[in-house]
């Protein structure tokens, strides 16, 4: 924890240094209000007006001086406190954005939520809790107890003599609670990524009708969770009543000593003022106490969290640009040399011995059932992932030698699970170049067939797309990612199943635009349906993970079987639909 605040204080170092300073000039003053207030009171008895004027006088200024401290320590605390969570978010961030997609599913998308969120909250309010008290009780403890002294040496030693008491005590309570509160900080978790799992797939819960398991799955989280908040809080409530009795124990015992005292000495030694101010201290001594339990308790909490943060701050991007990148894609070959593939170390090969040699301006179908690795194949070329064995060029050189920025650039992919971004048309399609002017938004969406739709729409290129694109249909949205694509003019394409929610015709429009403006773009289409690539240069056929067969359409016929099998399976289909 420690290791992460010094990282990410940056900035707010100074904000932080002055609350503490500031946190224990406050716990001195007050700590001399009631020895003040004694000497006002013994004032009042002896009737000395320069006296109780002076001590007055004396007792304003320290309530001011006590006032401006408290302010002053709570404005710079919020500086530091809420500068650190920005900080650390930025950060993770930051490092989040440089992860690659092993990266992402090694931590899952929700841990990785409740990371930034729940987690900085938590180191958050202990960081509060460390400059605000940590520094402040122990202050006020040893104060608190040299000033009872000058006042009564019996009455302290019988506070030293509590201490201890009271010490076992609380210890005893952090102890009971602690493994509590962790246990109800990872059910916490546990909730989170129910609750993001179900509302990212509402619509299939939805049209599952799942709702009452999904209901009931919630329910448990949420049960598991209130139990062990309960446990807890259970413990927690011993701890005022047991401190409480404390209290008045040492405050009874304290006026039965100081009585006795004042009694036998004549108030020479000990007089009223003096006892009231005595108790103060005490009840200062075992407050102080009392509040260097709970920082423990909540530093103890919040230590996983911060280790969870770490984790994701000290977590390697597995794909790194090379130390002397390459920046320039000279053309959209690309090679695949033996190439073997595996997500994960101990996980099966889901690539097998893939040799494959594509030209320039060759545009290539792959077809093959789910599962047979198209979208992993495809993964390997913009480098999303790295290959386990053998190796992938484009235009000759090995993707491990690019900027992968550059790479990227010039292999624009069209994911299967396609995403729009909440913004306008026009700005969604400016990811794929931030400088293309109006009319090159146009001409790619012109070779996308998605400029049909759009100008039905009342506002045009200036409509807004809702987040996740809910407001557009699957087919529309498919259409404005290709021509989101199409505007990095890249040297390969490739598209993943992108005109799976197009009708036959449309997509036929889309395919020959293509052949007819971008001949020398490398063009990969990976479709379930045969008519989206029997027009393809050659079309691949991959099952489980390797090359089954490769030709154009009629060679494929004649000597593939599971071309020719899912072929006449379409045909068959299209047949009967027609009929
Ligand atoms: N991110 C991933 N992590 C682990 N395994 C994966 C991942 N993505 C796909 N797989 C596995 O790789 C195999 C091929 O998947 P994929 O390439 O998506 O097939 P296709 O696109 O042909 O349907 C499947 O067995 C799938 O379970
Ligand atoms: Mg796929």
Same mark, same amino acid.
């Given at each position: 924890?420690?290791?992460?605040?010094?990282?990410?204080?940056?900035?707010?170092? !100074?904000?932080?240094?002055?609350?503490?300073?500031?946190?224990?000039?406050?716990?001195?003053?007050?700590?001399?209000?009631?020895?003040?207030?004694?000497? =006002?009171?013994?004032?009042?008895?002896?009737?000395?007006?320069?006296?109780?004027?002076?001590?007055?006088?004396? =007792?304003?200024?320290?309530?001011?001086?006590?006032?401006?401290? $408290?302010?002053?320590?709570?404005?710079?605390?919020?500086?530091?406190?809420?500068?650190?969570?920005?900080?650390? +978010?930025?950060?993770?961030?930051?490092?989040?954005?440089?992860?690659?997609?092993?990266?992402?599913?090694?931590?899952?998308?929700?841990?990785?939520? /409740?990371?930034?969120?729940?987690?900085?909250?938590?180191?958050?309010?202990?960081?509060?809790?460390?400059?605000?008290?940590?520094?402040?009780?122990?202050?006020?403890?040893?104060?608190?107890?040299?000033?009872?002294?000058r006042i009564s040496r019996d009455i302290s030693m019988m506070?030293?003599?509590?201490?201890?008491?009271?010490?076992?005590?609380?210890?005893?309570?952090?102890?009971?609670?602690?493994?509590?509160?962790?246990?109800?900080?990872?059910?916490?978790?546990?909730?989170?990524?129910?609750?993001?799992?179900?509302?990212?797939?509402?619509?299939?819960?939805?049209?599952?009708?799942?709702?009452?398991?999904?209901?009931?799955?919630?329910?448990?989280?949420?049960?598991?969770?209130?139990?062990?908040?309960?446990?807890?809080?259970?413990?927690?409530?011993? %701890?005022?009543?047991?401190?409480?009795?404390?209290?008045?124990?040492?405050?009874?015992?304290?006026?039965?000593? $100081?009585?006795?005292?004042?009694? *036998?000495?004549?108030?020479?030694?000990? %007089?009223? &003022? $003096?006892?009231?101010?005595?108790?103060?201290? &005490?009840?200062?001594i075992l407050m102080s106490l009392n509040i260097l339990s709970?920082?423990? /308790?909540?530093?103890?909490?919040?230590?996983?969290?911060?280790?969870?943060?770490?984790?994701?701050? @000290?977590?390697?991007?597995?794909?790194?640009?090379?130390?002397?990148?390459?920046?320039?894609?000279?053309?959209?070959?690309?090679?695949? @040399?033996?190439?073997?593939?595996?997500?994960?170390?101990?996980?099966?090969?889901?690539?097998?011995?893939?040799?494959l040699h594509i030209h320039e301006g060759e545009t290539i179908?792959?077809?093959?059932?789910? &599962?047979?690795?198209?979208?992993?194949?495809?993964?390997?070329?913009?480098?999303?992932?790295?290959?386990?064995?053998?190796?992938?060029?484009?235009?000759?050189?090995?993707?491990?030698?690019?900027?992968?920025?550059?790479? +990227?650039?010039?292999?624009?992919?069209?994911?299967?699970?396609?995403?729009?971004?909440?913004?306008?048309?026009?700005?969604?399609?400016?990811?794929?170049?931030?400088?293309?002017?109006?009319?090159?938004?146009?001409?790619?969406?012109?070779?996308?067939?998605?400029?049909?739709?759009?100008?039905?729409?009342?506002?045009?290129?200036? /409509?807004?797309?809702?987040? $996740?694109?809910?407001?557009?249909?699957?087919?529309?949205?498919?259409?404005?990612?290709?021509?989101?694509?199409?505007?990095?003019?890249?040297?390969?394409?490739?598209?993943?199943?992108?005109?799976?929610?197009? @009708?036959?015709? /449309?997509?036929?429009? !889309?395919?020959?635009?293509?052949?007819?403006?971008?001949?020398?773009?490398?063009?990969?289409?990976?479709?379930?349906?045969?008519?989206?690539?029997?027009?393809?240069?050659?079309?691949?056929?991959?099952?489980?993970?390797?090359?089954?067969?490769?030709? *154009?359409?009629?060679?494929?016929?004649?000597?593939?079987?599971?071309?020719?099998?899912?072929?006449?399976?379409?045909?068959?289909?299209?047949?009967?639909? %027609?009929?």
């Amino acid at each position: 924890m420690i290791r992460i605040i010094r990282h990410s204080l940056r900035e707010y170092k !100074i904000p932080t240094i002055i609350t503490m300073i500031l946190v224990i000039f406050e716990g001195i003053l007050e700590c001399m209000i009631p020895f003040t207030i004694a000497q =006002l009171i013994s004032s009042v008895r002896l009737s000395d007006m320069d006296s109780i004027r002076n001590y007055g006088l004396v =007792l304003v200024l320290l309530a001011i001086a006590s006032l401006v401290c $408290g302010a002053g320590s709570g404005m710079a605390s919020a500086d530091a406190v809420t500068g650190l969570s920005r900080n650390l +978010r930025k950060d993770m961030f930051e490092r989040i954005q440089s992860f690659s997609f092993e990266n992402i599913d090694k931590f899952s998308t929700p841990s990785i939520v /409740t990371r930034l969120t729940t987690d900085v909250m938590n180191v958050q309010q202990s960081f509060m809790m460390i400059i605000r008290m940590v520094m402040r009780a122990p202050v006020m403890i040893i104060f608190a107890t040299v000033m009872s002294f000058r006042i009564s040496r019996d009455i302290s030693m019988m506070f030293l003599g509590m201490i201890p008491f009271v010490a076992v005590m609380l210890f005893i309570i952090v102890r009971l609670v602690m493994p509590v509160f962790r246990r109800a900080f990872r059910k916490y978790d546990n909730l989170n990524a129910s609750v993001e799992e179900n509302i990212e797939g509402i619509r299939v819960v939805k049209t599952y009708v799942h709702e009452d398991l999904e209901e009931e799955k919630f329910k448990k989280a949420s049960h598991d969770m209130m139990a062990n908040f309960t446990t807890a809080e259970r413990i927690l409530a011993w %701890n005022a009543p047991l401190l409480q009795l404390c209290i008045y124990t040492v405050i009874t015992a304290a006026l039965y000593i $100081g009585a006795q005292t004042i009694i *036998n000495s004549q108030g020479l030694t000990l %007089n009223v &003022g $003096g006892i009231s101010s005595i108790v103060v201290y &005490g009840m200062q001594i075992l407050m102080s106490l009392n509040i260097l339990s709970m920082v423990f /308790t909540m530093i103890s909490m919040s230590m996983e969290s911060a280790e969870r943060i770490e984790e994701i701050l @000290d977590e390697e991007p597995t794909i790194k640009n090379p130390a002397d990148p390459v920046l320039e894609v000279a053309d959209g070959s690309i090679d695949f @040399d033996h190439v073997s593939f595996a997500y994960g170390k101990d996980s099966a090969e889901v690539l097998e011995d893939i040799d494959l040699h594509i030209h320039e301006g060759e545009t290539i179908g792959i077809v093959g059932g789910t &599962g047979s690795s198209k979208t992993s194949l495809i993964s390997l070329i913009s480098r999303l992932y790295d290959v386990t064995g053998g190796s992938v060029k484009v235009g000759g050189r090995d993707v491990r030698d690019y900027d992968l920025d550059t790479l +990227r650039r010039e292999v624009a992919v069209v994911l299967q699970k396609n995403v729009l971004f909440s913004g306008t048309i026009k700005e969604n399609l400016r990811w794929g170049d931030p400088d293309a002017t109006d009319e090159e938004l146009m001409e790619a969406c012109r070779l996308a067939r998605a400029d049909e739709f759009i100008s039905t729409f009342p506002d045009g290129y200036d /409509t807004y797309i809702e987040q $996740g694109g809910t407001n557009v249909s699957g087919g529309q949205k498919q259409r404005l990612c290709i021509a989101r694509a199409l505007l990095r003019k890249p040297k390969v394409l490739i598209l993943d199943d992108s005109t799976s929610a197009v @009708d036959t015709y /449309t997509d036929a429009c !889309i395919r020959k635009a293509f052949r007819e403006s971008l001949p020398k773009t490398t063009k990969l289409i990976i479709a379930q349906r045969i008519s989206s690539v029997q027009d393809c240069d050659r079309i691949i056929v991959l099952d489980q993970g390797r090359i089954n067969g490769i030709g *154009n359409h009629e060679e494929l016929l004649r000597s593939n079987t599971i071309y020719r099998e899912v072929f006449e399976s379409q045909q068959r289909k299209a047949v009967e639909e %027609n009929a």
